[in-house]
């Protein structure tokens, strides 16, 4: 099994930056690489891909919502992955999930999930 823990989420104005922490754990992850995602679901709709990164790191992806204003990131060694997020408008309010899974996507197909952080850009 593997347990993923976000952290960092809150409230900022539109225009300020939050960085997202997801910590890994469990044997299963230390066992096999695996690419790490973060979504985002806000209310009423369905939960989006926003960016993924593959265990080397040499393989990125970001949503064209985010292209420029959102990186991922990621520290093996502390079993880490971060998404820095600047720029921020309203419309990126949403609860942002980690994920993880053995080959990255940008489809929600991941095996593993974190309970959320709430993220809320204010106006």
């Known amino acids: 099994q593997v347990q993923l823990v976000e952290s960092g989420g809150g409230l900022v104005q539109a225009g300020g930056s939050l960085r997202l922490s997801c910590a890994a754990s469990g044997r299963t992850f230390g066992s096999f690489v695996m690419a790490m995602g973060w979504f985002r679901q806000a209310p009423g709709l369905e939960r989006e891909f926003v960016a993924a990164?593959?265990?080397?790191?040499?393989?990125?992806y970001y949503a064209d919502s985010v292209q420029g204003r959102f990186t991922i990131s990621r520290d093996n060694a502390k079993n880490t992955v971060y998404l820095q997020m600047n720029s921020l408008k309203p419309e990126d309010t949403a609860v942002y999930y980690c994920?993880?899974?053995?080959?990255?996507?940008?489809?929600?197909?991941?095996?593993?999930w974190g309970q959320g952080t709430q993220v809320t850009v204010s106006s």
């Open positions: 994920a993880a899974a053995r080959q990255i996507s940008v489809q929600p197909t991941y095996d593993y």
């Open positions: 990164i593959s265990w080397s790191g040499g393989t990125i």
